[in-house]
């Protein structure tokens, strides 16, 4: 059974920073894509970072480009979220997500995502 469990949200003034943790378990997750998302109230989930399947290649949503940095350390079997100058529209619960199918693109629009619990990001203003 796979697990991804996140942690690291949590209330933080604008221009601060914050940095989410995704711990994952229950199988290898070589040749997979990975990556976070988030959902404001009322809104759709929406891309933020991922990795490639092919495990160094990342690339984010425009809103969040320049601010924000994904990594992973393959021997703890955990991805991050480093997230910088934080804005109060950055507001949201972010979800770590882990595509079942290797070789084929994360995205928030299949079933054939693992995902986390997800986590509460609040930035005031």
């Known amino acids: 059974q796979v697990q991804l469990v996140e942690s690291g949200g949590g209330l933080v003034q604008a221009g601060g920073s914050l940095r989410l943790s995704c711990a994952a378990s229950?199988?290898?997750?070589?040749?997979?894509?990975m990556g976070w998302f988030r959902q404001a109230p009322g809104q759709e989930r929406e891309f933020v970072a991922a990795f490639r399947w092919t495990g160094t290649s990342t690339y984010y949503a425009d809103s969040v480009k320049g601010r924000f940095t994904i990594s992973r350390d393959n021997a703890k079997n955990t991805m991050y979220l480093q997230m910088n100058s934080l804005k109060p529209e950055d507001t949201a619960v972010y979800y770590c997500?882990?595509?079942?199918?290797?070789?084929?693109?994360?995205?928030?629009?299949?079933?054939?995502?693992?995902w986390g619990q997800g986590t509460q990001v609040t930035v005031s203003s």
């Open positions: 229950g199988r290898t997750f070589s040749s997979v894509a």
């Open positions: 997500a882990v595509r079942r199918t290797p070789g084929r693109p994360i995205s928030v629009a299949t079933t054939d995502n693992y």
